[in-house]
């Protein structure tokens, strides 16, 4: 995880109810409006810690090649990058994930809940359960779209956190309301 201001409550029981979101993409607004709307009716002081994954542009790019057919790659040429080239590609990442952390704590601070940020590098789900247990988090909330074959294998996120953390671990999709994630063919999960 990245760098962040010591936050002064972050371990004082009872201090608020901290939720943990650790999401894939930037928060949309039907996003924001789901987690206000999960706990309107909670008694304690909520407080968002919202983790956005850095995006490793290495690892992108080592995805991509391997996604090509056997055929494609042998009649491409390598890609090569020289050094300053990624690292200004790093920077560049780096900037726009701290732009869209920043982006996601305004927008839950607009709202009138609490929210800090993180933009995490490594593996997501270990920071997930770093940061739930530095806070003494309530409940984890886990945004990302649908990812049909690792949910089915259970390597996914959510599952992933299932079985490292002792709190209630929900998985909604990113950009879809409560009504399009419920199915009936709507939305982008939908069939």
């Not at 201090?15 to 309107?40: F, G, I, K, M, R």
């Not at 809940?113 to 806070?135: I, M, Q, W, Y």
Request: proline share 7%.
């Amino acid at each position: 995880m990245t760098d962040h201001t010591p936050d002064p409550d972050a371990r004082r029981p009872g201090a608020s109810y901290d939720v943990v979101v650790l999401v894939e993409q930037p928060l949309s607004p039907t996003d924001v409006s789901n987690l206000v709307a999960l706990h309107e009716g909670v008694d304690e002081p909520v407080r968002y810690h919202v983790l956005l994954p850095v995006e490793d542009p290495a690892a992108r790019v080592e995805s991509a090649i391997g996604a090509l057919g056997t055929g494609e790659m042998l009649t491409s040429p390598p890609v090569l990058v020289d050094a300053e080239a990624a690292e200004e590609l790093r920077h560049d990442v780096r900037e726009r994930c701290d732009a869209d952390v920043a982006a996601a704590v305004a927008s839950l601070e607009g709202t009138g809940a609490r929210a800090v940020g993180l933009a995490v590098t490594g593996e997501p789900v270990d920071a997930l359960v770093r940061r739930a247990g530095e806070v003494d988090a309530r409940e984890v909330i886990v945004l990302t779209r649908p990812h049909v074959v690792a949910e089915l294998f259970h390597v996914d996120w959510t599952s992933r956190a299932r079985r490292k953390l002792g709190v209630p671990v929900l998985h909604l999709l990113e950009h879809e309301s409560f009504e399009e994630q419920a199915g009936d063919g709507e939305g982008i999960s939908g069939f």
